[in-house]
């Protein structure tokens, strides 16, 4: 029997992978490809559920650090002699994979699981190029991830020829078909969503919802604050944006194809300077509001992208002595879910300062029920997974997502961008429009004041159910962050 799936989950799935490793228990070993901060939490999953020694759990690390009191066999992937990876289950993060890329062939295991495999979506990385010929030697595979695809459908490819290559075995044929439309760059489009989606569903792919196994788990009620920034603040990306108008007009106007390219490439340079510009900006605002939360003497998790900001929000908390943990791209993987731990367990830590990328995945924060957003991503299922560090088994309340937004900053932009990812993403895999808009009648009368949107109530009809709902409003055709800069739909205040 074979078997070769992309499961695409709205929840902690860990256990589900385990599971179906247990039924082939006569193909061990295992081998597992995880992002780097999730391996010692696949060891300590497995120990829990199988009940195997700690020792038959191999967790290979670049280099040797840290405690082991669980009793996992560590290996350091620097080992001059070089490593046996002999045990039961066998833990690597995505990084080490080329690096090991001979050892995983000639060890010829039966059983793969790669968990988050949206790691797998650029078909240049090595990481990539040295996963796939693992998976595909595989008889049993198992590609786990809540977001498959992060913004459009040919990131999606790897994953599918990993699994089932006699089915997606050209990139060219895949993206002449799926990927058309796309404005910059060959195959950054989307095309025949409907399609795709029945041809994912007949192939490889499971899709397991909230509403449909964990109808119990509380609702999440997303608002949006507007802040109010200065005149100080905001003149120098008021400067950028006139900038911006300038380049993009000198666009239209041109005809040549070259010069055309030259100016794109000043464009997107103008809006990433816009997007560090506004973090920054956005700081005393940031701060201001974070003020109140503190005063509600809650727990609650905030995540933000620029290291400014990230920096600026940690040292505020310690300021006023809040009991605080933060986790960026510096903290050590080895170090994080200890942080975790006393997120979860201690009630003088009040607060998680999250980097987006680096706290989005893998971490469950269940101990707070309010989530922050000082900044935005460019790529929506970034803000999906940080959202549901909360919002998944073990919470028992209600959770409220609060996206501090600013007028006139790239906030404008992001909007839009992630909505028309959404849009297509919602098509190709679930295989629907999302057709649900917030209301145009819900009006802040103070830049400081909250919009509140409609609770989202998994399984109820006639609620926002996910991301896409709440963003849809504002959709217009921008593709990436370099694509426009212009609204389509102007947010009202």
């Given at each position: 029997?074979?078997l070769?799936a992309?499961?695409?989950?709205?929840?902690?799935?860990?256990?589900?992978?385990?599971?179906?490793?247990?039924?082939v228990r006569?193909?061990?070993?295992?081998?597992?490809?995880?992002?780097?901060s999730?391996?010692?939490?696949?060891?300590?999953?497995?120990?829990?559920?199988?009940?195997?020694?700690?020792?038959?759990i191999?967790?290979?690390?670049?280099?040797?650090?840290?405690?082991?009191?669980?009793?996992?066999?560590?290996?350091?992937?620097?080992?001059?002699?070089?490593?046996?990876?002999?045990?039961?289950?066998n833990?690597?993060?995505?990084?080490?994979?080329?690096?090991?890329?001979?050892?995983?062939?000639?060890?010829?295991?039966?059983?793969?699981?790669?968990?988050?495999?949206h790691?797998?979506?650029n078909?240049?990385?090595?990481?990539?190029?040295a996963?796939?010929?693992?998976?595909?030697?595989?008889?049993?595979?198992?590609?786990?991830?809540?977001?498959?695809?992060?913004?459009?459908?040919i990131?999606?490819?790897?994953q599918l020829e990993?699994?089932y290559p006699?089915?997606?075995?050209?990139?060219?044929?895949?993206?002449?078909?799926?990927?058309?439309?796309?404005?910059?760059?060959?195959?950054?489009?989307?095309?025949?969503?409907?399609?795709?989606?029945?041809?994912?569903?007949?192939?490889?792919?499971?899709?397991?919802?909230?509403?449909?196994?964990?109808?119990?788990?509380?609702?999440k009620?997303?608002?949006?604050?507007?802040?109010?920034?200065?005149?100080?603040?905001?003149?120098?990306?008021?400067?950028?944006?006139r900038?911006?108008?300038?380049?993009?007009?000198?666009?239209?106007?041109?005809?040549?194809?070259?010069?055309?390219?030259?100016?794109?490439?000043?464009?997107?340079?103008?809006?990433?300077?816009?997007?560090?510009?506004?973090?920054?900006?956005?700081?005393?605002?940031?701060?201001?509001?974070?003020?109140?939360?503190?005063?509600?003497?809650?727990?609650?998790?905030?995540?933000?992208h620029?290291?400014?900001?990230?920096?600026?929000?940690?040292?505020?908390?310690?300021?006023?002595?809040?009991?605080?943990?933060?986790?960026d791209?510096?903290?050590?993987?080895?170090?994080?879910?200890?942080?975790?731990?006393?997120?979860?367990?201690?009630?003088?830590?009040?607060a998680?300062?999250?980097?987006?990328?680096?706290?989005?995945?893998?971490?469950?924060?269940t101990?707070?029920?309010?989530?922050?957003?000082?900044?935005?991503?460019?790529?929506p299922?970034?803000?999906?997974?940080?959202?549901?560090?909360?919002?998944?088994?073990?919470?028992?309340s209600?959770?409220?997502?609060?996206?501090l937004?600013?007028?006139?900053?790239?906030?404008?932009?992001?909007w839009?961008?992630?909505?028309?990812?959404?849009?297509?993403?919602?098509?190709?895999l679930?295989?629907?429009?999302?057709?649900?808009e917030?209301?145009?009648?819900?009006?802040?009368?103070?830049?400081?004041?909250?919009?509140?949107?409609?609770?989202?109530?998994?399984?109820?009809?006639?609620?926002q159910?996910?991301?896409?709902?709440?963003?849809?409003?504002?959709?217009?055709?921008?593709?990436?962050?370099?694509?426009?800069?212009?609204?389509?739909?102007?947010?009202?205040?």
């Open positions: 029997m074979l070769k992309l499961v695409y989950y709205d929840l902690l799935d860990v256990q589900y992978a385990i599971a179906v490793a247990a039924c006569d193909s061990w070993p295992v081998l597992i490809l995880a992002p780097s999730l391996r010692l939490h696949w060891a300590s999953t497995i120990q829990q559920w199988l009940n195997i020694p700690p020792s038959d191999v967790v290979v690390f670049s280099q040797m650090a840290g405690s082991n009191r669980s009793g996992f066999t560590i290996l350091s992937s620097n080992s001059k002699g070089g490593i046996h990876l002999d045990g039961l289950f833990i690597i993060s995505y990084d080490l994979v080329a690096k090991l890329e001979n050892i995983l062939v000639a060890s010829d295991f039966k059983v793969v699981i790669a968990d988050e495999s790691f797998l979506k078909g240049q990385a090595k990481r990539t190029t996963s796939l010929p693992v998976i595909k030697k595989a008889q049993y595979a198992i590609l786990l991830t809540g977001t498959p695809a992060m913004s459009r459908p990131e999606l490819f790897k990993a699994l006699t089915v997606y075995r050209k990139v060219f044929d895949y993206g002449e078909r799926y990927c058309k439309g796309g404005v910059f760059g060959t195959y950054q489009g989307a095309s025949n969503h409907e399609e795709l989606h029945n041809l994912m569903k007949a192939t490889v792919m499971i899709r397991r919802l909230k509403k449909d196994v964990l109808c119990q788990l509380p609702m009620r997303r608002q949006q604050v507007f802040l109010e920034l200065t005149d100080k603040d905001m003149k120098q990306i008021r400067c950028l944006f900038e911006l108008e300038v380049v993009k007009g000198k666009i239209t106007a041109c005809k040549s194809e070259e010069e055309v390219k030259s100016l794109k490439l000043v464009q997107k340079n103008l809006i990433n300077k816009i997007y560090t510009d506004s973090a920054e900006a956005k700081i005393p605002a940031v701060l201001d509001y974070l003020g109140t939360i503190i005063e509600a003497d809650c727990k609650f998790i905030i995540f933000a620029h290291q400014p900001m990230i920096e600026a929000i940690h040292q505020f908390l310690l300021k006023k002595k809040v009991g605080c943990i933060r986790i791209g510096t903290t050590p993987a080895t170090a994080r879910q200890a942080l975790v731990n006393d997120f979860q367990e201690k009630d003088a830590i009040k998680a300062v999250l980097s987006i990328k680096a706290g989005g995945v893998g971490l469950t924060l101990a707070a029920s309010t989530v922050i957003f000082a900044e935005l991503s460019w790529t299922g970034d803000l999906i997974q940080a959202e549901d560090r909360t919002h998944r088994i073990g919470q028992v209600s959770v409220n997502i609060y996206y937004l600013a007028n006139d900053t790239v906030d404008d932009i992001i839009d961008v992630v909505q028309h990812k959404l849009e297509n993403l919602g098509q190709m679930d295989g629907q429009e999302n057709a649900l917030v209301s145009s009648s819900q009006e802040v009368k103070s830049p400081m004041k909250k919009k509140t949107l409609d609770p989202v109530q998994q399984g109820s009809p006639g609620k159910k996910t991301l896409d709902s709440f963003l849809m409003k504002r959709c217009n055709d921008m593709d990436d962050p370099e694509d426009q800069s212009k609204l389509k739909y102007p947010r009202k205040m």
